[in-house]
């Protein structure tokens, strides 16, 4: 899975958010707010890892079963397919 280009995380306080950026922000505004955790899967994301070796990393990270890691980030990721964010 490759995010598109045109989307950009910032840190404002102890949260993050992701938004849209020049030109993808006429075609569609999107603001998204995440935590620590969702914001790992996203820069692991970036880095074009595979949900399976972004659920290792976040299990290994934050010392939970990899089954939990796997579920949540294939949650994460089905609801950021369904903004638009992932290149077709």
């Known amino acids: 899975m ?3 280009k045109g989307f950009a995380k910032r840190k404002i306080g102890s949260r993050y958010v992701v938004v849209t950026t020049g030109e993808l922000s006429h075609e569609m505004n999107i603001i998204i707010e995440m935590n620590d955790t969702s914001s790992d899967i996203w820069d692991m994301l970036e880095k074009e890892m595979s949900i399976e070796e972004t659920a290792k990393a976040l299990a290994e990270k934050y ?5 939990k890691a796997l579920s949540d980030t294939k ?3 089905e609801k ?6 992932f290149e077709s």
């Open 75 to 77: 949650t994460l990721v």
């Open 63 to 67: 010392e939970i079963p990899y089954e």
């Open 2 to 4: 490759k995010i598109k």
């Open 80 to 85: 950021m397919q369904e903004t638009g964010i």
